[in-house]
């Protein structure tokens, strides 16, 4: 069973529309992070969100955190090709603050 | 600053061999991770190094090593390759503060390996 399930798998959208996508867990964490990764690179750390109900907004992404801190979600305004990526949540866990676990992710494309 | 470099890039292997891939962690930094990243599983984490010391290793065999220096570089080693072990490979490194790790990965572009 996956620690993190992310959804949409897949995602494409054309360009200045909204879109949201999840990350969901049964279980609780500290913190949620969220990552970015463009093609042939390595993912980027976007935000982390450490109070449950948190909002925080980089840009025309907003990222929230559950109440129960149990998923998070990130929403895109006005989406720009730029955008296009795999978006990834991960959470650090296995008893371990050095090991991060990650969902599948969502992959994007936005279409100019 | 440099980022995270790892070397080399891309690289083409046949069963039964093995490689090394290798990871400069950016400057200061001294835990350095390891991931794998397939379409199927995603990224799945390998094993993280501090001072030279590894700390946590993840669900792999045995044929997947790594080692770490003094100067922070890490190398990591899969012996016996097979089909499935074709993937990005992709390192990691983290500023530990005294009051325990920020949490924030910093990761190289990856290192590409085809088994054929």
């Known amino acids: ?112 | 600053k440099a980022g995270v470099t790892q070397t080399p890039r891309y690289l083409i292997k046949t069963r039964g061999q093995q490689v090394t891939l290798s990871c400069s962690p950016i400057s200061g930094h001294r835990s350095v991770s390891w991931y794998q990243q397939t379409p199927g599983q995603g990224l799945q984490f390998l094993f993280e190094y501090f001072s030279e010391t590894q700390r946590n290793k993840g669900n792999f065999p045995g044929r997947f090593s790594g080692r770490q220096f003094s100067n922070s570089r890490s190398e990591m080693n899969v012996s016996t390759l097979e089909l499935g072990d074709s993937a990005l490979y992709l390192c990691a490194s983290s500023l530990v503060t005294p009051w325990g790790a920020t949490g924030e990965l910093f990761f190289g572009e990856g290192s590409r390996l085809t088994v054929l």
């Open chain 1, 1 to 112: 069973t996956q620690l993190l399930e992310q959804s949409p798998q897949f995602l494409s959208i054309q360009e200045g529309e909204n879109l949201t996508v999840y990350c969901n867990s049964s279980s609780v964490f500290s913190s949620l992070q969220w990552y970015r990764q463009e093609p042939g690179e390595g993912p980027v750390l976007l935000v982390t969100v450490v109070t449950g109900g948190e909002v925080k907004k980089l840009k025309r992404l907003t990222f929230q955190f559950g109440d129960a801190r149990k998923d998070s979600s990130l929403h895109i305004t006005a989406a720009q090709p730029g955008d296009t990526g795999l978006y990834l949540c991960a959470v650090l866990g296995g008893g371990s603050n050095y090991k991060l676990t990650f969902g599948k992710g969502t992959l994007l494309t936005v279409n100019p």
